[in-house]
């Protein structure tokens, strides 16, 4: 079976102060977007609203376009975008290599899986837990065609809901 690759791209950017962030997500995300945040203690598991107060380490959101992950640094939040279509931002240089994605279904782990020991919510925008059949994600799989090696494997929603 031969898999259909299509063009993807990637960028990214250092230095991003709180604000730029701020103005970045908005800028990147839709409607169907979807919010995951890492803290030191915890995770916020799959949300569908970003909450208000963040103060996260890094975080990452994602839609049927593109995922964008973000780490912060001592100087400020180092920026990832990876897409299925080309994006001009401010500041944001692409990525090296000859990108080609493809898409594949995710799997989840049983919601009592031991390796996230305080459990894994999937949460809808009023806060509530929702199964995680209900939302319909698959995978981003960004492969260099160069060395024929996948790079990135990034969340979006199926565009078909």
């Known amino acids: 079976m031969t898999e259909e690759f299509t063009p993807g791209y990637i960028y990214y950017k250092q230095l991003v102060a709180d604000d730029e962030l701020d ?25 569908k609203e970003l909450p208000d107060k963040k103060g996260q380490v ?15 640094y001592k100087l400020g939040y180092e920026v990832l975008i990876l897409s299925q279509q080309e994006f001009n931002l401010e500041g944001f240089e692409k ?9 594949r279904d995710a799997y989840w782990y049983n919601p009592e899986e031991t390796r996230f020991p305080k459990g894994f919510t999937f949460k809808d925008k009023n806060n509530q837990s929702i199964k995680p059949k209900e939302i319909l994600i698959k995978q981003r799989y960004f492969k260099d065609s160069t060395t024929a090696t996948i790079h990135f494997v990034a969340l979006m929603v199926n565009s078909n809901d």
């Open 23 to 47: 103005t970045l997500i908005t800028q990147v995300s839709n409607s169907q977007s979807y919010y995951f945040l890492r803290y030191s203690h915890a995770v916020s598991g799959i949300c």
């Open 58 to 72: 890094e975080g990452q959101l994602f839609n049927s376009i593109c995922e964008m992950r973000w780490k912060k």
């Open 95 to 103: 990525l090296t290599g000859n990108w080609e994605i493809c898409h």
